[in-house]
């Protein structure tokens, strides 16, 4: 069984999703896709077999030889699509963020909810990192005893002009509220961002680095330091802490060189390389789920608690202070299975 896949915006990682399922995914093949940039969506379907470039997302996502899309436009936009593609009873991987902000994601918790079962997955692709599966095992199994706290760097090389501070929230930061939610198995109540000396290359009036403060529900504290302009390459760990031992992520390693009295191993260079089998495994899982009538995976209440975090983590920027996390209560369509829903599933009819 193939199935059909649209996939709405083919900028960065919209052509990056197009190339895995075309070429590493099995089971899958694209046969739509849109982009408002016109030219971007032709070459894209130009290179990939049996598709071709749609008049617009609302017509890929009602398109009969669509059988599920992919959404990798800009954040702001996912709300309306993947409202629509819930609408036409296809299921949907929606990149991160679900919504710009709370109220826009709850629009889409709404719509999901009222259709009765699960529609949507979130590209909270960490999940599918092997590093922090065994994170989790470790956490899980006993081996480090009772978590207690953790530390978290998240740092990119550089960021593109339009990059602002809030950015560092929204858009990087994000992946690290979901993170944290998942292998803690617990919302988050409160968060403070912290001011941190600028760096002197911090594009103008832009704080970096931040450290954000999460305290989860449980009690449990997590430091999280974002620094978007640290020049020398994606550098993505963490450390959990527990009451008998520690578990670290570190980033995969690659080649050690030793030469002239110094031995060094490379950074990954961005989050292309750092995750890219986290990616393929996200997109195998999605499919492989959709031939069994599945949706599984990050949820809605996953997009909206993260973005609901976020969106608190920017009034905390802005008003230096503690932000409590407020939540609405958590619909039972996402409670099966346990407290985070990335076992609770639905079967689609089609
Ligand atoms: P991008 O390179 O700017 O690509 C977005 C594309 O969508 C652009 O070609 C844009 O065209 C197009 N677009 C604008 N309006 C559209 C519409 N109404 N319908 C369809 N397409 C439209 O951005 P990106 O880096 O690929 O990011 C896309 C999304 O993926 C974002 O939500 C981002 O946060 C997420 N993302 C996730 C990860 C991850 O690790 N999971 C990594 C990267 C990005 P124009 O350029 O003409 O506006």
Known sequence: MTIRVGVVGTGMIGADHVTRLTTQVVGAAVTAVFDVATERAQQVAAATANASARPSWEALVTADDVDAVLIASPGPLHPDQAIACIAAGKPVLCEKPLAATSSEALRVLAAEVAAGRRYVQLGFMRRYDAGYLDVKAAMADGTIGE???????????????????????????VHEFDIFRWLFDAEVAAVTVLPVKTSPLAAEGMR????????????????????????????????????????????????????????????????????????????????????????GGPSTWDGYAATAIAEAAVTSYARAERVDVRLVDKPPLYTEGGPIPDRAVSVIQR
């Open 147 to 173: 978590p207690l706290l953790a530390h978290a760097i998240h740092r990119n090389a550089t960021v593109p002009d339009f990059f602002r501070g809030e950015m560092s929230l929204t858009d990087s930061l």
């Open 208 to 295: 970096d680095p931040q450290i954000a403060i999460l305290e989860m529900a449980g009690g449990e504290v997590i430091t999280v330091e974002s620094f978007v302009n640290c020049q020398y390459g994606y550098d993505v760990r963490c450390e959990i802490v527990g009451s008998l031992g520690t578990v670290s992520l570190d980033n995969p390693r690659t080649t050690v060189v030793i030469a002239a009295g110094r031995r060094s191993e490379r950074v990954p260079a961005d989050w292309q390389a750092r995750f890219a089998s986290a990616y393929t495994r996200e997109l195998q899982g999605w499919i492989d789920g959709l031939a069994a009538r599945i949706v």
